[in-house]
Protein backbone atom coordinates (compact mmCIF):
# COMPACT_ATOMS: atom_id res chain seq x y z
CA UNK A 1 0.00 0.00 0.00
CA UNK A 2 1.82 3.42 -0.94
CA UNK A 3 2.77 5.60 1.68
CA UNK A 4 0.15 8.71 2.31
CA UNK A 5 2.08 11.78 3.77
CA UNK A 6 0.15 11.64 7.09
CA UNK A 7 0.44 8.71 9.05
CA UNK A 8 -1.49 5.64 9.53
CA UNK A 9 -3.21 4.08 12.03
CA UNK A 10 -1.02 1.19 13.02
CA UNK A 11 -2.14 -2.46 13.49
CA UNK A 12 -2.36 -3.82 17.25
CA UNK A 13 0.65 -5.84 17.49
CA UNK A 14 -0.43 -5.87 21.12
CA UNK A 15 -2.86 -8.57 20.35
CA UNK A 16 -0.19 -10.70 18.43
CA UNK A 17 2.52 -13.38 17.99
CA UNK A 18 4.76 -13.88 15.72
CA UNK A 19 6.92 -16.79 14.17
CA UNK A 20 10.75 -16.11 13.47
CA UNK A 21 12.21 -18.10 10.07
CA UNK A 22 15.79 -18.32 9.96
CA UNK A 23 14.74 -19.35 6.04
CA UNK A 24 18.26 -21.43 5.39
CA UNK A 25 17.33 -24.01 7.39
CA UNK A 26 14.09 -23.86 7.71
CA UNK A 27 12.06 -25.48 4.50
CA UNK A 28 13.82 -26.39 1.16
CA UNK A 29 10.95 -26.44 -1.37
CA UNK A 30 13.13 -26.95 -4.71
CA UNK A 31 15.51 -30.00 -3.34
CA UNK A 32 18.80 -28.14 -3.09
CA UNK A 33 19.77 -28.87 -0.13
CA UNK A 34 19.13 -24.97 1.35
CA UNK A 35 15.52 -23.63 2.98
CA UNK A 36 13.88 -20.68 0.54
CA UNK A 37 10.76 -19.04 -0.28
CA UNK A 38 9.39 -21.90 -1.82
CA UNK A 39 9.58 -23.79 1.31
CA UNK A 40 7.82 -20.94 3.33
CA UNK A 41 5.08 -20.85 1.02
CA UNK A 42 4.43 -24.65 1.27
CA UNK A 43 4.46 -24.31 5.07
CA UNK A 44 2.60 -21.06 5.50
CA UNK A 45 -0.89 -23.13 6.10
CA UNK A 46 1.25 -24.73 9.21
CA UNK A 47 2.60 -21.50 10.67
CA UNK A 48 -0.94 -20.55 10.25
CA UNK A 49 -2.25 -23.15 12.62
CA UNK A 50 0.24 -22.82 15.38
CA UNK A 51 -1.82 -19.68 15.96
CA UNK A 52 0.63 -17.12 15.79
CA UNK A 53 -0.23 -13.86 14.10
CA UNK A 54 2.38 -13.08 11.74
CA UNK A 55 6.43 -13.84 10.48
CA UNK A 56 9.78 -12.08 11.11
CA UNK A 57 12.19 -13.43 8.49
CA UNK A 58 15.66 -13.11 9.65
CA UNK A 59 17.63 -11.31 6.41
CA UNK A 60 16.81 -13.22 2.52
CA UNK A 61 18.39 -10.41 1.27
CA UNK A 62 21.90 -11.23 -1.21
CA UNK A 63 24.47 -11.29 0.64
CA UNK A 64 27.99 -13.18 0.88
CA UNK A 65 27.27 -15.25 3.97
CA UNK A 66 30.40 -14.00 6.01
CA UNK A 67 27.33 -13.78 8.73
CA UNK A 68 24.91 -15.82 7.47
CA UNK A 69 22.53 -12.98 5.61
CA UNK A 70 23.56 -10.53 8.67
CA UNK A 71 26.15 -8.88 5.89
CA UNK A 72 23.30 -7.46 3.15
CA UNK A 73 25.18 -6.64 -0.56
CA UNK A 74 22.23 -5.99 -1.81
CA UNK A 75 19.23 -4.45 0.17
CA UNK A 76 16.78 -4.36 -2.36
CA UNK A 77 16.65 -7.96 -3.28
CA UNK A 78 16.58 -11.83 -2.30
CA UNK A 79 19.01 -13.99 -2.20
CA UNK A 80 19.44 -16.73 -5.42
CA UNK A 81 19.36 -19.20 -2.65
CA UNK A 82 16.14 -18.76 -1.71
CA UNK A 83 14.05 -17.73 -4.44
CA UNK A 84 13.46 -14.32 -6.05
CA UNK A 85 11.30 -11.29 -5.70
CA UNK A 86 8.47 -12.42 -7.58
CA UNK A 87 8.41 -15.36 -5.14
CA UNK A 88 8.62 -13.21 -1.90
CA UNK A 89 5.49 -11.37 -3.57
CA UNK A 90 3.75 -14.98 -3.58
CA UNK A 91 4.48 -15.76 0.51
CA UNK A 92 3.77 -12.01 1.07
CA UNK A 93 0.38 -12.06 -0.58
CA UNK A 94 -0.46 -15.70 0.38
CA UNK A 95 0.82 -14.67 4.34
CA UNK A 96 -1.96 -12.02 4.36
CA UNK A 97 -4.36 -14.14 2.46
CA UNK A 98 -4.38 -16.21 6.08
CA UNK A 99 -4.31 -13.20 8.06
CA UNK A 100 -0.40 -13.01 8.66
CA UNK A 101 1.40 -9.86 9.07
CA UNK A 102 5.27 -10.04 7.59
CA UNK A 103 8.37 -8.55 9.21
CA UNK A 104 11.32 -8.53 7.45
CA UNK A 105 15.10 -7.81 9.64
CA UNK A 106 16.50 -4.82 8.30
CA UNK A 107 20.00 -4.68 9.31
CA UNK A 108 21.44 -1.27 8.86
CA UNK A 109 24.14 -0.67 10.98
CA UNK A 110 26.62 -2.54 8.78
CA UNK A 111 26.88 -3.81 5.25
CA UNK A 112 28.98 -6.64 3.42
CA UNK A 113 31.74 -5.09 2.93
CA UNK A 114 30.65 -6.82 -1.21
CA UNK A 115 27.38 -4.05 -1.44
CA UNK A 116 28.67 -1.58 -3.83
CA UNK A 117 28.62 1.36 -1.39
CA UNK A 118 31.71 0.04 0.26
CA UNK A 119 33.30 -0.96 -2.95
CA UNK A 120 33.03 2.51 -3.69
CA UNK A 121 33.90 3.87 -0.69
CA UNK A 122 37.15 2.23 -1.08
CA UNK A 123 38.03 3.62 -4.23
CA UNK A 124 39.24 7.26 -2.86
CA UNK A 125 37.97 10.29 -0.70
CA UNK A 126 36.90 11.94 -3.12
CA UNK A 127 33.79 10.17 -5.08
CA UNK A 128 29.96 10.26 -3.90
CA UNK A 129 30.27 7.00 -1.67
CA UNK A 130 33.77 8.33 0.43
CA UNK A 131 31.52 8.95 3.76
CA UNK A 132 29.34 6.28 3.37
CA UNK A 133 31.31 3.98 5.97
CA UNK A 134 33.34 5.33 9.20
CA UNK A 135 36.94 5.95 8.14
CA UNK A 136 39.88 6.82 9.90
CA UNK A 137 43.25 7.66 9.65
CA UNK A 138 46.08 5.35 11.86
CA UNK A 139 47.68 6.55 14.50
CA UNK A 140 51.80 5.78 14.78
CA UNK A 141 53.99 4.30 17.22
CA UNK A 142 57.40 4.94 16.21
CA UNK A 143 57.51 3.51 12.69
CA UNK A 144 54.66 1.36 13.51
CA UNK A 145 50.80 1.93 11.96
CA UNK A 146 48.14 1.12 14.58
CA UNK A 147 44.44 1.22 14.72
CA UNK A 148 42.69 4.74 15.20
CA UNK A 149 41.90 3.26 19.05
CA UNK A 150 41.37 0.28 21.03
CA UNK A 151 38.31 -1.16 20.30
CA UNK A 152 38.26 -4.88 20.18
CA UNK A 153 34.99 -6.02 17.49
CA UNK A 154 32.52 -8.67 18.97
CA UNK A 155 33.24 -11.35 15.89
CA UNK A 156 36.63 -10.86 14.71
CA UNK A 157 39.82 -9.41 16.64
CA UNK A 158 40.37 -5.59 16.38
CA UNK A 159 37.06 -3.55 15.48
CA UNK A 160 39.33 -2.15 12.64
CA UNK A 161 40.74 -2.78 9.48
CA UNK A 162 43.29 -1.46 6.95
CA UNK A 163 42.79 -0.32 3.61
CA UNK A 164 45.81 -0.35 1.57
CA UNK A 165 44.25 1.61 -1.06
CA UNK A 166 42.55 4.47 1.21
CA UNK A 167 45.70 4.62 3.53
CA UNK A 168 42.96 4.32 5.79
CA UNK A 169 41.19 2.14 8.59
CA UNK A 170 37.13 1.05 8.39
CA UNK A 171 35.42 0.46 11.60
CA UNK A 172 33.80 -2.85 11.80
CA UNK A 173 31.75 -3.97 15.19
CA UNK A 174 31.35 -7.19 13.97
CA UNK A 175 33.30 -9.34 11.40
CA UNK A 176 35.53 -7.80 9.00
CA UNK A 177 33.57 -8.09 6.18
CA UNK A 178 31.03 -6.42 7.69
CA UNK A 179 32.16 -2.58 8.12
CA UNK A 180 29.80 -0.20 9.28
CA UNK A 181 27.94 2.53 7.91
CA UNK A 182 28.09 6.26 8.75
CA UNK A 183 25.23 7.22 9.71
CA UNK A 184 25.80 10.22 10.92
CA UNK A 185 26.17 11.38 7.14
CA UNK A 186 22.58 12.26 5.93
CA UNK A 187 22.89 10.69 2.53
CA UNK A 188 23.00 6.85 4.28
CA UNK A 189 19.96 8.03 6.04
CA UNK A 190 17.78 9.08 3.30
CA UNK A 191 19.56 5.35 1.36
CA UNK A 192 18.00 3.89 4.82
CA UNK A 193 14.41 5.78 4.42
CA UNK A 194 14.50 4.31 0.74
CA UNK A 195 15.29 0.72 1.52
CA UNK A 196 12.57 1.03 3.80
CA UNK A 197 9.65 2.23 1.28
CA UNK A 198 11.04 -0.29 -0.97
CA UNK A 199 9.72 -2.98 0.81
CA UNK A 200 6.84 -0.71 2.54
CA UNK A 201 5.26 0.07 -0.95
CA UNK A 202 5.16 -3.96 -1.55
CA UNK A 203 3.16 -4.60 1.21
CA UNK A 204 5.94 -5.10 3.97
CA UNK A 205 3.96 -4.94 7.35
CA UNK A 206 7.28 -3.64 9.74
CA UNK A 207 10.56 -4.44 10.43
CA UNK A 208 12.96 -6.36 13.21
CA UNK A 209 15.91 -3.88 13.41
CA UNK A 210 19.57 -5.39 14.25
CA UNK A 211 21.41 -4.02 16.70
CA UNK A 212 19.69 -0.96 15.95
CA UNK A 213 21.26 1.11 19.62
CA UNK A 214 24.44 0.92 17.58
CA UNK A 215 23.46 3.36 14.61
CA UNK A 216 24.92 6.24 16.44
CA UNK A 217 28.96 6.41 17.29
CA UNK A 218 30.65 8.97 19.82
CA UNK A 219 32.06 11.48 17.12
CA UNK A 220 35.77 11.19 18.60
CA UNK A 221 35.66 7.43 18.89
CA UNK A 222 37.83 7.43 22.26
CA UNK A 223 39.86 4.81 23.33
CA UNK A 224 37.49 1.81 25.51
CA UNK A 225 38.17 0.09 28.60
CA UNK A 226 41.33 -1.85 28.04
CA UNK A 227 40.59 -5.13 30.07
CA UNK A 228 37.49 -5.95 28.49
CA UNK A 229 37.30 -8.17 25.03
CA UNK A 230 34.88 -7.80 22.49
CA UNK A 231 32.84 -4.74 23.92
CA UNK A 232 35.77 -2.40 25.34
CA UNK A 233 34.08 0.24 23.16
CA UNK A 234 30.32 -0.44 24.06
CA UNK A 235 30.18 2.46 25.88
CA UNK A 236 30.98 4.78 22.82
CA UNK A 237 28.74 3.19 20.27
CA UNK A 238 25.42 1.91 22.12
CA UNK A 239 22.85 4.22 22.79
CA UNK A 240 24.96 6.84 21.12
CA UNK A 241 24.14 11.06 20.96
CA UNK A 242 22.40 11.60 17.78
CA UNK A 243 20.08 8.00 18.10
CA UNK A 244 16.56 8.98 19.15
CA UNK A 245 17.14 11.45 16.15
CA UNK A 246 18.04 9.29 13.41
CA UNK A 247 15.42 7.17 14.89
CA UNK A 248 12.79 9.95 14.72
CA UNK A 249 13.83 10.48 11.29
CA UNK A 250 12.91 6.48 10.27
CA UNK A 251 9.93 6.59 12.56
CA UNK A 252 8.12 9.00 10.30
CA UNK A 253 8.50 6.64 6.97
CA UNK A 254 6.96 3.67 8.70
CA UNK A 255 3.99 5.18 10.10
CA UNK A 256 3.15 6.56 7.05
CA UNK A 257 2.45 3.00 6.20
CA UNK A 258 1.05 1.88 9.61
CA UNK A 259 3.69 -0.60 9.98
CA UNK A 260 5.64 -1.31 13.04
CA UNK A 261 9.26 -1.48 14.26
CA UNK A 262 11.15 -3.90 16.84
CA UNK A 263 14.29 -3.08 17.76
CA UNK A 264 17.27 -5.46 19.06
CA UNK A 265 19.17 -3.70 22.22
CA UNK A 266 21.89 -5.75 23.40
CA UNK A 267 22.68 -4.80 26.83
CA UNK A 268 20.27 -1.91 26.99
CA UNK A 269 19.19 -1.63 30.91
CA UNK A 270 14.99 -0.84 30.96
CA UNK A 271 15.33 2.64 31.72
CA UNK A 272 16.98 3.20 28.50
CA UNK A 273 15.19 1.17 26.71
CA UNK A 274 11.85 3.10 28.30
CA UNK A 275 13.51 6.23 26.34
CA UNK A 276 12.69 5.17 22.92
CA UNK A 277 9.31 3.07 23.98
CA UNK A 278 7.32 5.11 25.69
CA UNK A 279 3.79 6.82 24.69
CA UNK A 280 2.52 7.95 21.27
CA UNK A 281 6.09 9.64 20.34
CA UNK A 282 8.02 6.84 20.87
CA UNK A 283 10.40 5.58 18.45
CA UNK A 284 10.29 1.57 18.88
CA UNK A 285 7.28 -0.04 19.07
CA UNK A 286 9.15 -3.28 20.54
CA UNK A 287 12.77 -4.18 22.14
CA UNK A 288 14.31 -7.41 22.00
CA UNK A 289 16.50 -7.13 25.02
CA UNK A 290 18.65 -9.63 26.65
CA UNK A 291 18.51 -9.88 30.34
CA UNK A 292 15.92 -12.94 30.14
CA UNK A 293 18.64 -15.01 28.14
CA UNK A 294 21.62 -14.67 30.94
CA UNK A 295 20.17 -16.84 33.23
CA UNK A 296 23.21 -19.19 32.85
CA UNK A 297 25.88 -17.23 31.77
CA UNK A 298 27.59 -13.80 32.17
CA UNK A 299 26.79 -10.71 29.50
CA UNK A 300 27.58 -13.66 26.82
CA UNK A 301 26.34 -17.26 26.40
CA UNK A 302 29.72 -18.06 25.94
CA UNK A 303 30.69 -17.65 29.19
CA UNK A 304 28.42 -20.02 30.98
CA UNK A 305 27.03 -20.73 34.55
CA UNK A 306 24.81 -22.80 35.83
CA UNK A 307 21.09 -21.98 35.59
CA UNK A 308 20.13 -19.56 38.10
CA UNK A 309 16.44 -19.72 37.69
CA UNK A 310 16.35 -16.42 40.23
CA UNK A 311 17.99 -14.89 37.52
CA UNK A 312 15.70 -15.71 35.52
CA UNK A 313 12.77 -14.61 37.59
CA UNK A 314 14.70 -11.36 38.40
CA UNK A 315 14.30 -10.15 34.62
CA UNK A 316 11.14 -11.24 34.11
CA UNK A 317 9.91 -9.08 36.40
CA UNK A 318 12.24 -6.47 36.07
CA UNK A 319 10.48 -6.01 32.54
CA UNK A 320 7.12 -6.87 33.09
CA UNK A 321 6.75 -4.21 36.72
CA UNK A 322 8.99 -1.09 34.78
CA UNK A 323 7.59 -1.42 31.43
CA UNK A 324 3.74 -1.60 33.08
CA UNK A 325 1.31 1.19 31.66
CA UNK A 326 3.86 2.71 29.52
CA UNK A 327 5.55 0.32 27.42
CA UNK A 328 5.06 -2.89 25.57
CA UNK A 329 7.28 -6.04 25.87
CA UNK A 330 8.30 -8.50 23.36
CA UNK A 331 8.39 -11.70 24.90
CA UNK A 332 10.84 -14.47 23.55
CA UNK A 333 12.83 -17.54 25.13
CA UNK A 334 15.08 -18.62 21.77
CA UNK A 335 15.60 -16.73 18.04
CA UNK A 336 18.47 -17.53 15.79
CA UNK A 337 21.10 -15.41 18.39
CA UNK A 338 20.95 -18.07 21.09
CA UNK A 339 21.16 -21.72 21.51
CA UNK A 340 18.18 -23.95 22.36
CA UNK A 341 16.60 -23.03 25.47
CA UNK A 342 15.76 -26.38 26.05
CA UNK A 343 18.82 -27.38 26.19
CA UNK A 344 19.39 -24.03 28.64
CA UNK A 345 17.55 -23.61 31.06
CA UNK A 346 15.57 -27.31 31.26
CA UNK A 347 15.84 -31.16 31.60
CA UNK A 348 16.87 -32.53 28.35
CA UNK A 349 15.85 -36.06 30.09
CA UNK A 350 12.39 -34.45 30.04
CA UNK A 351 12.38 -32.32 27.03
CA UNK A 352 8.96 -32.28 26.79
CA UNK A 353 7.76 -31.18 29.52
CA UNK A 354 10.64 -28.70 30.02
CA UNK A 355 9.81 -26.91 26.81
CA UNK A 356 6.30 -27.00 27.69
CA UNK A 357 6.74 -24.99 31.42
CA UNK A 358 9.29 -22.38 29.93
CA UNK A 359 6.65 -21.63 26.43
CA UNK A 360 3.77 -21.16 29.56
CA UNK A 361 6.31 -18.88 31.59
CA UNK A 362 7.24 -16.78 29.00
CA UNK A 363 3.80 -16.65 26.55
CA UNK A 364 1.69 -15.84 29.09
CA UNK A 365 3.34 -12.82 30.21
CA UNK A 366 1.90 -9.01 29.19
CA UNK A 367 3.42 -8.72 25.67
CA UNK A 368 4.14 -9.99 22.19
CA UNK A 369 5.47 -13.45 22.16
CA UNK A 370 8.10 -14.48 19.61
CA UNK A 371 8.40 -18.00 18.64
CA UNK A 372 11.79 -19.34 16.70
CA UNK A 373 11.63 -21.92 14.05
CA UNK A 374 11.20 -25.32 15.80
CA UNK A 375 10.61 -24.46 19.15
CA UNK A 376 7.27 -25.39 18.97
CA UNK A 377 8.38 -28.93 18.51
CA UNK A 378 10.93 -28.72 21.46
CA UNK A 379 14.19 -28.77 19.29
CA UNK A 380 17.34 -28.71 21.26
CA UNK A 381 21.04 -27.68 20.62
CA UNK A 382 22.89 -29.81 17.38
CA UNK A 383 26.49 -31.11 18.56
CA UNK A 384 29.13 -31.21 16.37
CA UNK A 385 32.37 -32.93 17.11
CA UNK A 386 35.00 -29.84 16.05
CA UNK A 387 34.72 -26.21 15.99
CA UNK A 388 35.96 -26.58 12.92
CA UNK A 389 32.75 -27.90 11.81
CA UNK A 390 30.93 -24.84 12.52
CA UNK A 391 30.65 -22.20 10.47
CA UNK A 392 29.38 -19.37 12.67
CA UNK A 393 32.05 -16.22 12.90
CA UNK A 394 30.37 -15.47 16.18
CA UNK A 395 30.77 -18.74 17.55
CA UNK A 396 34.42 -19.35 15.77
CA UNK A 397 35.58 -16.25 17.29
CA UNK A 398 34.37 -16.89 20.98
CA UNK A 399 35.80 -20.11 20.81
CA UNK A 400 39.49 -18.84 20.29
CA UNK A 401 39.08 -16.32 22.67
CA UNK A 402 37.60 -17.93 25.71
CA UNK A 403 38.86 -21.46 25.19
CA UNK A 404 42.93 -20.84 24.05
CA UNK A 405 43.57 -23.25 26.79
CA UNK A 406 42.13 -26.64 25.13
CA UNK A 407 45.19 -27.77 23.12
CA UNK A 408 45.72 -27.53 19.06
CA UNK A 409 44.47 -31.05 17.22
Known amino acids: MPASESAMKQYDFRKMSFYQIWIRSFCDGNGDGIGDLYGVYDKLEY ?11 SP ?4 PNADYGYDISDYKNIHPDYGTLEQFRKVLHRAHELGLKVLLDLVINHTSDEHPWFVESCKGKDNPYSDYYIWRDP ?6 KIPPNNWYSQFEGLAWEYHPQREQYYLHIF ?7 NMDNPRVREEVKDIMRFWLDMGVDGFREDVITYISKHPQLPDGIPFLPAINGLPFYKDGPNLNRYLREFRKVVLQYGAIQIGEAPMTPVKTALTYLQGKDRVLDMMIQFDTMMADCFLTEYVHHRFWLKKLKKAFSLWQNELEGKAWNALYLENHDHP ?18 LAAC ?12 GQEIGMTNIRLHSIDEYLDVASVQAYHTFFRWEKKE
Open 60 to 63: IYPS
Open 139 to 144: RWKGEE
Open 340 to 357: RVISRYRSRKYWRESGTM
Open 175 to 181: AKKQPDL
Open 47 to 57: IRSLGVDGIWF
Open 362 to 373: YILQRGTPFIYQ
